[in-house]
Each structure stands twice: as C-alpha cells, then as structure tokens.
C-alpha cells in the first residue's frame, strides 16, 4: 500500500510539473491581446545572407500565412511599390525606429520585420533549410508584439522502392532534381506557416480571442518538415 502511496504522490508531482512547465500564449505574447492588432503591414525582409534574391521572393511568402492567421494584411504588391519610392526598401533603417508613419500612412495597426539569417539548398541530402527571424512591433507604440526565431529545414528527399547500388543512386539522382526544383516560395512559406503557428490569432480567424490558454512555442525552434 505505502508504494502504491509513493507513485501516486510521484505522477501528481510530475503531473503538476507539466501543468507549471505549459507557457500560454497569454502570458508570452501580452501585447498581443492587450493591443488587439487588426492590420499589419509586411516590411522589406532585412537579408543577411549571400542570396541577393532572398529578399525579395521571401517577402511575398509572408502575405498569406498571415491571413490565414486571421489578419487583414496589406498587399505585398503595392506596399513594396511605396517603400521603393519612399526609400523604405531597407527595412533596417525601421527596425528600432519610430513607426507611426505606417499608421498614418496606411492605417496599419503593427509592422512584421523578417531578418534571413541562412538560406541553405542542399541538393545531396535533400532540403532547403530557412533561418528566420520574426518580429512584430505595434504601429501605435512601438512595442515588440510578437518574436520567434526558427530554423526550419524543408526535406526534399525521394526514397524508390529499389534496393542495393543503383537504388541509392537513383535516389540521390531524383532526390537532387526534387530540390532544385522545389519553389523558393513554396519553402519560405512553410517555414513562416511553421514558426507563426503559436501567433496569437487575428479578428478574422475563427480562434479570434480564444487562444490565449493554448500552449506557446519556445523563441527559438529548430524542425524538418516535408
């Protein structure tokens, strides 16, 4: 009897050590239902990488997922247009600075920065891995809303059925064409869909105002998905 006593005390501690662990997204994103942002404007992807075009096809991966997350989300099209005439096309320059313009401008209620810290196509092994870092900063005062980094590898990989010498060979030959041809878009988004999935959802979303006892994710995540 007094063993059985012992395990029971032992799954309530465990148990109660999971229920403390669980952090909401209450309490890791606050602003967020504090200020109830219902638009927001993409900025120019900061690019720290090699990859001169990452900039500019990143940035149009980021539209939809937002939607999707329940956000009125201004036209890529047109918002890159402004900034290239309005010399906001370094989004750097936005970063820490003051960003009432955008509210004024456009109506925007907060600001989503990208910082491409790698991109990495790996045509052997079969992925596209995407470092990038997400930030959202309230229009209104300049607060960081929401931040989370993620390194997220895409597997391109193709395994046949055959075996031995020349079933291997076949699937680095297809695996190596599947990557190459894998869109550049197509990878970014997955990665945005896979680090945004703890943001807090918008007006339009059907979890609107529901979410903030769910479990948040850590500021930095690290996964492989197909």
Same mark, same amino acid.
């Given at each position: ?106 109506? /925007? #209620?907060? +600001?989503?920065?990208? %910082? ?7 045509? $052997?092994? @079969? ?42 060979? /076949? #699937?680095? +030959?297809?695996?190596? %064409? ?7 878009? $197509?990878? @970014? ?38």
């Amino acid at each position: 009897m007094k063993k059985y006593i012992i395990l029971g005390l032992v799954a309530m501690l465990v148990s109660s050590c999971a229920q403390q662990s669980l952090v909401t997204r209450e309490s890791q994103y606050p602003l967020m239902y504090q200020e109830r942002p219902l638009s927001i404007v993409v900025m120019p992807p900061i690019n720290q990488t090699n990859h001169v075009e990452a900039k500019d096809f990143f940035y149009t991966t980021l539209y939809a997922p937002l939607c999707e997350k329940g956000y009125y989300v201004y036209s890529p099209m047109m918002t890159m247009e402004m900034f290239q005439t309005e010399s906001a096309y370094d989004a750097e320059r936005f970063l820490e600075a003051d960003l009432s313009q955008f509210r004024n401008v456009l109506g /925007a #209620d907060a +600001a989503m920065f990208t %910082i491409i810290k790698m991109w990495q196509r790996s045509q $052997v092994g @079969g992925s596209l891995t995407a470092d990038v870092e997400y930030i959202l900063r309230s229009t209104k005062t300049g607060q960081t809303l929401y931040q989370r980094e993620g390194k997220i590898s895409v597997d391109t990989s193709i395994h046949t059925t055959g075996g031995g010498l020349f079933g291997a060979l /076949a #699937d680095i +030959a297809a695996t190596a %064409i599947n990557t190459a041809a894998t869109d550049k878009i $197509v990878a @970014g988004r997955k990665c945005t869909v896979y680090v945004l999935s703890d943001l807090p959802e918008g007006k339009y979303g059907a979890h609107y105002d529901k979410d903030q006892k769910l479990g948040a994710g850590k500021k930095f995540v690290t996964a492989t998905v197909r």
